[in-house]
């Protein structure tokens, strides 16, 4: 009697996108035996490109649904991944801890609610006399700072962990291609994924990972599903001035939605995604950095050394992610928005699970 894993090993399954969510779908299912083949043609211009990797999982603040389930079994699973996957680049790691921070009153007082109704020993809020406070206030010349502290959260580098996921997919022997997927369909139980070269890709199941074109090779008719576009966008900035050792920062922080990463002592990333549009406008360095009353004359001196951006999707009229069995063999995940490394691991757990039961 054969194995369930070479049972497996019969099935093909087609992942169309190539970003962290069709790779570590690719990650889960080649680990159960499955062949795979991943589809892109712009895997180098994909929107986890414009990913800056934190993750803000046991500090999100709702503490109920699907979302919060999401994070949930993602916080259990990520130390288990990363295990893993250090075998195949022993740097990768959670940089940790993660702060979030704000200079709006009402919002800080939710933070000191949430927290005080949590009980969660991880989480704290931090006082005047911290010294990330006492050296985030010093850096940026203001005095009303404040915010929280999640000793479990931090940060992913997404670069370090895309190629990762390369190493181990290249070591795996996944097919890659980069052909065009333009129209797909169900013939005598096998998919058809049809390339603008016209050729044809047979497979037992197709997943849709690639974003904002999903919903192309879709029948809207039979499936409403609509996904805006949203403008991730990050900037790598020098700055030139004595006085301000940016080292001196956490590791990594959040102020007013804002993310901010020192990269060394007068280098610092900033970067968000806010914006419903496909195109960055000209004024991002303004746009990314007015996220105080004031700002610090070293960040209004500072020079953009490298800036980068990608389009993501959400979803509208519903929650984010599209997580969704279209039909017999059709599984749609995709609509991330900001949180498509944090649930990768949950989100592939339940993609396997559902090819499992369509399959066997």
Known sequence: MKSLKENFQKAHIVIIGSGIIGKFNALELSELGFQVTIIDPTQLKNSSNAALGLLMGNMY????????????????????????????????????????????????????KFICEINDQSLRILKRDSIFIKNINKAFQTKNIKGMISLKDGRINPFSLLQTLDIYLKHKKINFSKEEIIKIRKSNNQWISTTRNNENIKSDMVILCNSLKAVDLIDSISHNITLKPVLGQAMEININ?????????????????????PKSKNKLIIGSTDEYSTKPEENTFEKLTNFLDKKPNWLIKGKISKKWYGIRSRPDGEPAPIMKNLKDGLIMCTGFYKNGILLAPACSKWVANEVKNYLF
């Open 61 to 112: 603040q709702k503490r109920n649904g699907r979302s919060w389930d999401l994070r949930k079994q993602s916080i259990e699973l990520w130390p288990k991944w990363i295990t893993f996957l250090q075998k195949f680049n022993c740097e990768l790691n959670i940089e940790k801890p993660l702060i979030q921070l704000t200079t709006n009153k009402e919002k800080f007082k939710k933070l000191e």
């Open 241 to 261: 001035d004595a006085e301000v050792d940016l080292l001196s920062l956490p590791k990594q922080f959040n102020i007013n939605g804002k993310n901010i990463i």
